[in-house]
């Protein structure tokens, strides 16, 4: 299967943990983007990578957020001290992206659903 | 941020054909339009795009109004796997991707 992929499928944590997230996404995709879903929402834009780079933040990424894409390959998120507000769905896409197009189809992972005791 | 507004939901009964409505009264001349649907407990999937000619692809329809303002994702005969929440979204050449609540789509046996 080369679609994208994310570890883990479900994650359980105590209000104050850190947790770290991964997204596989397709090989050569060199757009890779996070979102965040609550039930009955459509997804929230979080951040994007162009390869390595971070090219947009969204406000709803706090502090307590971080995502990188070291080799413009693979990408983590980490949430550190979780609060019970950060339980949802967190979706991972990539594309392939020229410069300005809007027209890039995004491929999404199934997601991580954590959930913040 | 351009917006879109959608019916919350909507019905159909299967094998019969689905226009599912999308305005967008403030998109600019560069915003495309797409559509993506999400099935239950699966991440969305892109549907179709357009900017200002209609199109078709193997999945659906995409009707553009003349003036842009709005749009109508056609399913030509919906069937049971067609049930998700369908979302129409404007994208401009930042490819940033904001998604409204969509319109859930039931289909009927």
């Known amino acids: 299967d080369t679609g994208v992929s994310q570890n883990p499928r479900h994650k359980i944590t105590k209000r104050g943990q850190n947790v770290t997230f991964r997204c596989d996404p397709i090989?050569?995709?060199?757009?890779l983007y996070w979102y965040r879903q609550t039930l009955g929402q459509g997804p929230e834009f979080l951040t994007y990578f162009q390869n390595e780079a971070q090219l947009e933040k969204s406000r709803l990424l706090s502090d307590r957020f971080s995502a990188e894409r070291p080799k413009g390959s693979f990408s983590t998120l980490e949430i550190q001290r979780t609060e019970q507000g950060d339980s949802a769905m967190y979706l991972c896409?990539?594309?392939?992206?020229?410069?300005?197009?809007?027209?890039?189809?995004?491929?999404f992972g199934p997601g991580t659903r954590l959930t913040v005791l | 941020d351009a917006k879109t507004t959608q019916p919350n939901s909507m019905e159909s009964n299967e094998e019969e054909p689905v226009h599912l409505p999308c305005n967008h009264s403030t998109i600019s001349g560069t915003d495309y339009i797409h559509w993506y649907r999400q099935l239950p407990s699966q991440g969305p999937e892109y549907v179709i795009h357009?900017?200002?000619s209609n199109v078709n692809n193997r999945m659906a329809s995409l009707a553009i109004a003349e003036d842009r303002k709005s749009s109508t994702l056609i399913l030509h005969r919906a069937t049971l796997r067609d049930a998700a929440v369908y979302y129409c979204?404007?994208?401009?050449?930042?490819?940033?991707?904001?998604f409204g609540a969509g319109t859930r789509l039931t289909v009927k046996p």
């Open positions: 090989s050569e995709h060199n757009r």
């Open positions: 979204i404007l994208r401009d050449r930042n490819n940033d991707m904001r």
């Open positions: 896409a990539s594309s392939l992206a020229g410069q300005g197009s809007g027209t890039d189809t995004q491929y």
């Open positions: 357009g900017l200002t």
